[in-house]
């Protein structure tokens, strides 16, 4: 009786032990867990403060759409109208007789550009409509190689891409409906990758409200090694955040800091540095 007692207490201790090693083995999963994730997060809230940084310029990345991004990188390139240069990396937009030209750098999931969209958007295409300077953007997917990952970036300039092929103010109308606080997703969020997503954005647009032309082009993706292309001008000539503001080669920046003009006073402010002000013509 008592040698039984004595094995079930060793028993007992045993599975007391296992028990608590199991817990242990819990804690320290979870607190690896939560250390990374802290981690990410923070790189993600530096990056959102001054323009979302490079990590990795490449074509890459896994999200939720289903479109095989590997083979569009070489596949033939299609240009949507009204673009120009090899590969159709020209984008620019307003007079072509404007003397000046303003080259703009942007991410579609880069929280930062959505917030110069809201804030000083208006005033740039004002700027625009006023033949101040022409725009030349280049669309950007580098997030998608971010910690984020993803292929909403990638995506997102197809579909732009798309919209360009209808006509240029399509393709700002576009931009500015995706840029919008009520569309625009968290960083972190590749709802982009979605093509349903970018059609329902799309029908907050004139011109693109129940276009057939361009919603098929999205979701046959026929602008993905379009896109691409001109993802890889990201990164050249010292270009390594977005949204940047080039002219003549100098990035625009607000004030004495490292950073682009986002609000719209500071937008006002280098833009009539670079170019003089409107009373002065």
């Known amino acids: 009786m008592s ?4 094995q079930q207490n060793k028993q007992a201790a045993r599975d007391r032990l296992r028990a ?25 809230a530096i990056a959102g403060g001054i323009g979302y940084a490079v990590t990795k310029a490449g074509d890459g990345g896994s999200g939720k759409g289903s479109f095989d991004w590997a083979a569009a990188k070489n596949a033939p390139v299609v240009k949507p109208a009204n673009t120009a240069g090899e590969n159709g990396n020209e984008i620019v937009v307003g007079d072509p007789k404007a003397k000046e030209t303003l080259t703009v750098y942007e991410d579609p999931r880069c929280p930062v550009c959505a917030v ?7 005033q740039l295409r004002q700027d625009v409509a006023d033949g101040r300077y ?17 292929t909403g970036s990638k995506n ?20 500015e409906a995706l840029y919008s606080p009520k ?23 004139r011109e693109l409200k129940g276009n057939k032309e361009f919603e098929k082009n999205v979701t046959e ?10 993802g890889r001008l990201f990164g050249k000539n010292g270009i390594n955040s977005t949204p940047a503001l080039v002219h003549n080669g100098k990035q625009l ?28 013509g």
């Open 134 to 150: 022409k725009v030349r953007y280049i669309m950007a997917n580098f997030i998608d190689d971010s910690p984020a990952r993803g």
């Open 221 to 230: 993706h026929t602008y993905a090694p379009w896109a691409l292309k001109l």
């Open 20 to 44: 608590e090693r199991e817990r242990q083995a819990k804690k320290d999963k979870a607190r690896r867990q939560l250390v990374v994730a802290g981690s990410i997060v923070a790189v993600l």
């Open 253 to 280: 920046k607000a004030g004495g800091t490292p950073n682009p003009p986002i609000a719209k006073e500071d937008f006002i402010t280098a833009i009539n540095k670079e170019f003089g002000s409107k009373d002065k």
């Open 183 to 205: 569309n625009h997703p968290d960083e972190r969020d590749d709802a982009f990758a979605d093509d349903k997503k970018l059609i329902d954005i799309a029908q907050q647009v």
């Open 156 to 175: 997102a300039v197809s579909a732009l891409g798309a919209a360009l092929n209808i006509s240029p103010q399509a393709f700002v109308d576009y931009k």
């Open 3 to 6: 040698n039984r007692n004595n």
């Open 116 to 122: 110069f969209e809201q804030r000083s958007g208006t």
